[in-house]
């Protein structure tokens, strides 16, 4: 169907509410530790710290659009306003090549154009350098609320389609030439956006290059923790069979003091700093999942800058310098893990109550959802599904919570049913074709050690759809801002990144020449 283009915004917007500090909520933890491990990244960047000399970087310009709510319906005149930032700082004029970053589930910040892929790439290419939030993310929400008749305009379909209406607007306002090619850029579900975007817009967008990105739409996403397990005795990460053991053992000790219920469930509360109490078999599960987030978390940005733990730094804890192992000292290393990621996310404690889980995202108040976890919450039910469980023996973890029980915060709510969720799945893949989407000049990037590049394209599908799978690499990492700590593996991708755009840009003047 199509859409309507975007206006310019030409008036300023600031953010109208306050967003006032929530306790983490054990469902969401892994969101937080990525937010977490996101902002220090950027912080850390050279937005910070900058000279003041002639030859100081320029600071990003923060602008808006308006774009209409509903970009399939041309007869409804409803816009808000969707924030954009610009670098262009390097670029050589008209001709030269755009890179547009795209926004996924959560603000998109200045750094999105002053460090990463990007900023990285673009003094070498001449290229000017946008930044695009999600709808619904960050300070581009829709007035109006965040109900079911507001959340039925957020999809990624949605999203591409304000990255169509962006490039148009765009090009109109700084004077882009109908030549000049944009390579768009995205990380995790932005990467998989990045992606479709060249699918689905192949006129517009000339290549693109989509890091981490979970293609494939799943609703039981036991492979993920399939990853962990292996990266838990990965020595190359300073993983080991005896951290592997010990975080089994660790497990196990946390469950049977669930179950012995009493003292044994304060103690527990009080040591892992629970907010409420653990007597409700769905606040158990609740708690475990925190549990096994912790864990997941720390695989998937091992070795990040921001990052509360590495691999190397949980094993540590778990298997207690290698000595006088036990259930209760494994116990005692998830413990002390669980404080240091606490006290990084200045929590003082966790919330483990499915009904104040509920409660939160049921509130359809930005100023209460603006992080994103009611929104998020409504993509996972109506797009992709990602539930990640612990099925199977290889799985260190506890086998709760399950799938149902992860499925049934889409009914309580929002309303939809188990089997609508299975179909939205179904019918994500159809459209975009999976880990098959068949799309040319898409450069795909993984690290084999992030539990999400099983769900990516980690091999390459033909001469114009290549793939790089980093050895040891965690979730985004090649993303990340460099450091003289990176691994030569990570360099070298870096490097053929590099390499595999000027090729595609080589193209570009070649047939321009012709």
């Given at each position: 169907?199509?859409?309507?283009?975007?206006?310019?915004?030409?008036?300023?917007?600031?953010?109208?509410?306050?967003?006032?500090?929530?306790?983490?909520?054990?469902?969401?933890?892994?969101?937080?530790?990525?937010?977490?491990?996101?902002?220090?990244?950027?912080?850390?960047?050279?937005?910070?710290?900058?000279?003041?000399?002639p030859d100081a970087p320029v600071l990003p310009k923060e602008g808006w659009l308006e774009q209409q709510l509903d970009p399939f319906n041309a007869s409804d005149g409803r816009f808000f306003l969707q924030r954009y930032w610009v670098n262009d700082q390097y670029w050589t004029g008209p001709d030269g090549p755009v890179f547009l970053h795209l926004g996924g589930e959560g603000t998109l910040g200045p750094g999105s154009v002053m460090r990463g892929h990007p900023a990285a790439l673009a003094p070498a290419m001449g290229a000017l350098v946008?930044?695009?939030e999600h709808r619904f993310y960050g300070l581009s929400v829709p007035a109006g609320g965040l109900?079911?008749?507001?959340?039925?305009?957020?999809?990624?379909?949605?999203?591409?389609?304000?990255?169509?209406?962006?490039?148009?607007?765009?090009?109109?306002?700084?004077?882009?030439?109908?030549s000049s090619p944009w390579i768009c850029f995205g990380g995790s579900y932005a990467g998989s956006l990045a992606a479709w975007a060249r699918l689905k817009f192949p006129h517009l967008i000339f290549a693109s290059v989509a890091s981490s990105a979970p293609l494939r739409a799943v609703l039981d996403f036991s492979e993920y923790n399939q990853v962990v397990s292996r990266s838990l005795m990965n020595a190359a990460l300073g993983g080991s069979p005896e951290c592997w053991t010990a975080a089994t053992e660790a497990f196990s000790e946390v469950e049977r003091r669930l179950r012995a219920g009493g003292a044994a469930q304060a103690a527990l509360r009080a040591e892992l700093g629970t907010c409420g109490p653990l007597s409700r078999a769905e606040d158990q599960a609740e708690l475990l999942e925190a549990l096994q987030a912790l864990v997941g978390g720390a695989v998937q940005y091992d070795g990040q800058a921001g990052a509360p733990l590495s691999v190397r730094q949980l094993c540590g804890l778990l298997v207690a310098g290698g000595g006088g192992r036990s259930r209760s000292a494994s116990y005692g290393g998830l413990r002390r893990a669980a404080q240091i990621v606490l006290h990084s996310l200045k929590q003082k404690c966790l919330s483990t109550s499915r009904a104040e889980t509920v409660a939160q995202l049921r509130d359809t108040d930005p100023q209460v959802s603006s992080i994103g976890d009611r929104q998020w919450l409504y993509q996972t039910c109506t797009e992709f599904g990602f539930y990640i469980t612990c099925a199977g023996p290889a799985c260190p973890f506890s086998q709760l919570p399950t799938l149902p029980s992860q499925l049934s915060l889409c009914e309580q709510v929002f309303g939809l049913s188990i089997s609508s969720v299975s179909q939205a799945v179904e019918q994500t893949n159809c459209y975009y074709g999976g880990q098959s989407p068949r799309a040319t000049h898409v450069l795909f990037v993984n690290g084999d050690s992030d539990p999400w590049h099983v769900l990516s394209v980690t091999q390459?599908?033909?001469?114009?759809?290549?793939?790089?799978?980093?050895?040891?690499?965690?979730?985004?990492?090649?993303?990340?801002?460099?450091?003289?700590?990176?691994?030569?593996?990570?360099?070298?991708?870096?490097?053929?990144?590099?390499?595999?755009?000027?090729?595609?840009?080589?193209?570009?003047?070649?047939?321009?020449?012709?």
């Open positions: 169907m199509p859409f309507t283009p975007t206006r310019l915004y030409t008036g300023e917007k600031t953010e109208s509410w306050v967003v006032e500090e929530k306790l983490v909520l054990s469902a969401f933890l892994l969101r937080r530790l990525t937010e977490h491990t996101q902002q220090l990244q950027e912080r850390s960047g050279p937005l910070l710290g900058l000279n003041q000399g946008v930044g695009l109900d079911m008749g507001q959340l039925r305009f957020l999809s990624s379909r949605h999203a591409l389609a304000d990255m169509a209406s962006a490039h148009l607007a765009l090009s109109r306002l700084f004077n882009v030439s109908s390459s599908l033909g001469s114009l759809e290549s793939a790089l799978l980093i050895p040891n690499a965690s979730h985004c990492l090649d993303m990340a801002p460099e450091r003289a700590s990176d691994a030569p593996s990570l360099r070298l991708a870096r490097q053929k990144i590099f390499q595999q755009l000027q090729t595609w840009l080589l193209q570009v003047k070649e047939n321009q020449v012709k």
